[in-house]
């Protein structure tokens, strides 16, 4: 089975300019999630899509954060315009139900830095 | 605030030592409970969870954690170490108040010499 799959791996960007991240998840997870770590700190939730509907975007930062599922497959996040306190690393995470003990496979992140 | 603390941000252990990694929480009701470890250049992997039953949790590659209602502790244990274990360990829950969403400690570096 695929795993979680997200990339770029890496990205950096001069402060003002627009990432876009993308997330695969394993197919078949209705459930999606964004987590992000900054500066070595812990790692926080951002938000949660079940097929193509928010259902929790309570961790997003600001307005310069947008996570889109079209179709309920793939999710993008964009950060527009990207700003320095950004950096860090972003996650992703897909599982079979939104119930936690279903347990969530995650990707291998992306590394955002922002200069 | 309430968290998830894990207690030591790095540790260096050499081979063959035994291994505890603690993990407190200080959320009330009823918590699932995660321990995950991202190998260097690699995905978060989920080591062992608990959700009821036994407090002590086996786990993948020798792990085991001991969750402890009345300490709200999870701590993870492994007798003896070996240099693939080197990796980042993290602690997180599923407090009641937040749905699905895992809430995560800061994290532990460990390091193995060999």
């Known amino acids: 089975e695929a795993g979680v799959t997200q990339f770029p791996s890496h990205s950096v960007i001069e402060k003002g300019q627009t990432v876009t991240l993308r997330c695969d998840p394993i197919?078949?997870?209705?459930?999606l999630y964004w987590y992000r770590r900054v500066m070595g700190k812990e790692i926080k939730f951002l938000l949660h899509?079940?097929?193509?509907?928010?259902?929790?975007e309570s961790g997003m930062p600001n307005n310069r954060f947008l996570a889109e599922r079209t179709g309920g497959t793939y999710s993008t996040l964009k950060v527009q315009p990207a700003e320095l306190e950004d950096s860090g690393v972003y996650f992703c995470?897909?599982?079979?139900?939104?119930?936690?003990?279903?347990?969530?496979?995650f990707g291998s992140g992306t590394r955002l830095t922002v200069v | 605030a309430q968290s998830v603390s894990q207690h030591n941000h790095h540790v260096i252990l050499s081979e063959a030592a035994s291994l505890e990694l603690g993990c407190n929480y200080s959320?009330?009701?009823?918590?699932?409970l995660f321990w995950y470890v991202q190998y260097p250049g690699q995905h978060l992997q989920l080591l062992l969870k608990?959700?009821?039953?036994?407090?002590l949790v086996k786990g993948i590659k020798g792990f085991e954690a001991e969750f402890i209602k009345s300490k709200f502790s999870f701590n993870l244990r492994k007798p003896s170490v070996q240099w693939s274990d080197t990796a980042e360990y993290f602690c997180?829950?599923?407090?009641?108040?937040?749905?699905?969403?895992?809430?995560f400690g800061a994290g532990t570096i460990l390091r193995v010499k060999s």
């Open positions: 995470a897909s599982s079979q139900a939104a119930a936690a003990n279903y347990g969530y496979t």
């Open positions: 197919s078949g997870h209705d459930n």
């Open positions: 899509f079940v097929k193509e509907s928010k259902q929790d």
């Open positions: 959320y009330g009701g009823t918590v699932n």
């Open positions: 608990y959700f009821s039953g036994d407090p």
């Open positions: 997180a829950v599923t407090p009641p108040e937040y749905g699905n969403k895992l809430v």
